[in-house]
Each structure stands twice: as C-alpha cells, then as structure tokens.
C-alpha cells in the first residue's frame, strides 16, 4: 500500500502561483511513476502532469505545458506541481497518484491515489 497526501492548496489570483505537495508513505517512493490529475465540477477527471520514477522524464497536458512545472524528491519521498501563470479554468480538485514502475496517461492505470487538494484561481 501507498498512502499519498496532497498538501497546498489555496485560493489565488489569476496569474498567480501556487505549489502543490503531495507526501507519499508506505512503499518504495522510488519504484513509482507519479500523476498530478484535476477535476473540474461537472467535468471528468483529467490529466495534468506526470513523472517518470526517476524524475528523468516528465509529461504534461497541453494546457499547463510551459506554465506548470512537475518534480519530486525521492529522498524525501515527495511530488509537486508547481503551478504558475494560473487561470480561471485551472479551478479544480488537483489529485496526486501513483503507478507502479511505468508511467501512463491513463487515470484508470493508476494504483493509488490521494484525497484531493482544491485549487481556485479568482479572476
């Protein structure tokens, strides 16, 4: 078992940033692949950002690619998403999973996920 923990979460401006953690305990940190994910009201759960074990290879949605940021620290057996530029439409739940050894898009594919953190952006 993987129990993640996101941490982070706020209200902010457009424009602003903001930084999302996301803790894992239990298993090898280091021998999964991490997920950010978001969920709008109404709207399906969807990909954001993801990370290879190593940190090597990162993976983002063309919506945040070039304004979010991915990493983690297999030392402290911890992810985060730096979010800058935001915007209205970033409003979600921003959850954090993981996957054991290969990374994935696919939501469906992940073996553990955290409780969610909210993020809102004002206009």
């Known amino acids: 078992q993987v129990q993640l923990v996101e941490s982070g979460r706020g209200l902010v401006q457009a424009g602003g940033s903001l930084r999302l953690s996301c803790a894992a305990s239990g298993r090898t940190f280091s021998n999964y692949a991490m997920g950010w994910f978001r969920q709008a009201p109404g709207k399906e759960r969807e990909f954001v950002a993801g990370i290879n074990w190593s940190g090597s290879n990162t993976y983002y949605a063309d919506s945040v690619k070039g304004r979010f940021t991915i990493s983690r620290d297999n030392a402290k057996n911890t992810a985060y998403l730096q979010m800058d530029s935001l915007k209205p439409e970033d409003t979600a739940v921003y959850y954090c999973?993981?996957?054991?050894?290969?990374?994935?898009?696919?939501?469906?594919?992940?073996?553990?996920w955290g409780q969610g953190t909210q993020v809102t952006v004002s206009s």
């Open positions: 999973a993981a996957k054991y050894y290969r990374f994935t898009y696919v939501p469906l594919s992940y073996d553990y």
